[in-house]
């Protein structure tokens, strides 16, 4: 059974760097296929789709976002890690943790999520 | 590249059967079979119910079904339940190798 556990601060001040881990169990960041990837969700609205990581380090992210965001993986910790840069209110937001295996095009599961809210 | 757009509520009786619409464009839906569909209770994460625009994971209900024509996706529910009041969105890979999902859909069982 594969899970997905996201970790990182509930609160940050706007201009400010989110960084936010979410450790896989039960599947391994080197298996060939793999991926890994958040999503998040504003208070009341609907995903948004942010970045993506495979096993072979390709990369993948939302091109309204990319100048803000870096992923990268931590295989010896089986983690996946997003930076998000000069955070603003408007990030605030539920960010999920989520699998996607190489050319299948969907994401399961997905981590039970964690809250950010940008506050100064 | 902008969000897919699905109705924002849609419901139905319960026993009755309701669909809910997803419609982006030939870059994403209408270009690829890589369509997805997410059902979300509040407060809890999005659970995979439709991929490859009408395939089932293992434990979703046949009830749930899933189609596409052109640049729309479909899903339906048949013999609507109380349990399936919740928000559904779409997904759908794109052109840009991407992805990108749908406003959400309220589903309400009258």
């Known amino acids: 059974q594969i899970t997905l556990k996201e970790s990182g601060p509930t609160l940050v001040k706007p201009t400010q760097t989110l960084t936010l881990t979410c450790t896989f169990s039960g599947l391994s960041l080197s298996t060939s296929g793999v991926g890994g990837g958040w999503i998040r969700q504003p208070p009341g609205k609907a995903l948004e789709w942010l970045a993506l990581i495979y096993w072979n380090d390709d990369k993948r992210y939302s091109p309204s976002l990319k100048s803000r965001l870096t992923i990268t993986k931590d295989t010896s910790k089986n983690q996946v890690v997003l930076t998000m840069t000069n955070m603003d209110p408007v990030d605030t937001a539920t960010y999920y943790c989520t699998h996607e295996k190489w050319g299948e095009g969907w994401f399961d599961p997905w981590g039970q999520g964690t809250q950010v809210t940008v506050s100064s | 590249q902008s969000a897919l757009t699905q109705p924002a509520s849609v419901s139905g009786s319960p026993g009755q059967s309701i669909t809910i619409s997803c419609t982006g464009t030939?870059?994403?839906?209408?270009?690829?079979?890589?369509v997805s569909w997410y059902q979300q209770y509040p407060g809890k994460a999005p659970k995979l119910m439709i991929y490859?625009?009408?395939k089932r994971p293992s434990g979703v209900s046949d009830r749930f079904s899933g189609s596409k024509s052109g640049n729309t996706a479909s899903l339906t529910i048949s013999g609507l339940q109380a349990e399936d009041e919740a928000d559904y969105y779409c997904?759908?890979?794109?052109?840009?190798?991407?992805?990108?999902f749908g406003g959400g859909t309220k589903v309400t069982v009258l």
């Open positions: 030939s870059s994403d839906v209408g270009g690829y079979n890589y």
């Open positions: 490859d625009v009408n």
């Open positions: 997904c759908s890979h794109t052109s840009s190798i991407t992805w990108v």
